[in-house]
């Protein structure tokens, strides 16, 4: 059984950094076959596309609001993704996954459970 774990959210003021780690492990789970994301969804709207990238990751995209302050990379030797995130701000406040797709990130075939990144002003 596939299993995404999130870990690294919390509680930070704006304008600090937050690092969010994402292990995959399972059967026969070969994470460096999948494409990555993070998503986010924050009390009362809809999930948002924050980052993917690729199975070899050599490409990455970022939703716009994201662009410049997060960072997503992975390490394929430890089945593992990761979201760097910088100048945090209070509308960054949001439940953050990570999803694993062998195809197309925007139809994930896997999700984590998520973990809470609060941004306070």
């Known amino acids: 059984q596939v299993q995404l774990v999130e870990s690294g959210g919390g509680l930070v003021q704006t304008g600090n950094s937050l690092k969010l780690s994402c292990a995959a492990s399972?059967?026969?789970?070969?994470?460096?076959?999948?494409?990555m994301a993070w998503f986010r969804q924050a009390p009362g709207k809809e999930r948002e596309f924050v980052a993917a990238i690729l199975w070899m990751g050599g490409s990455t995209a970022y939703g716009d609001s994201m662009k410049g302050r997060f960072t997503i990379f992975r390490d394929n030797a430890k089945n593992t993704l990761y979201l760097q995130m910088n100048n945090l701000q209070p509308e960054d406040t949001a439940v953050y996954f990570c999803a694993a797709s062998v195809t197309s990130i925007r139809s994930p075939d896997y999700w984590g459970q998520g973990t809470q990144v609060t941004v306070s002003s």
């Open positions: 399972g059967g026969t789970f070969a994470f460096n076959r999948y494409n």
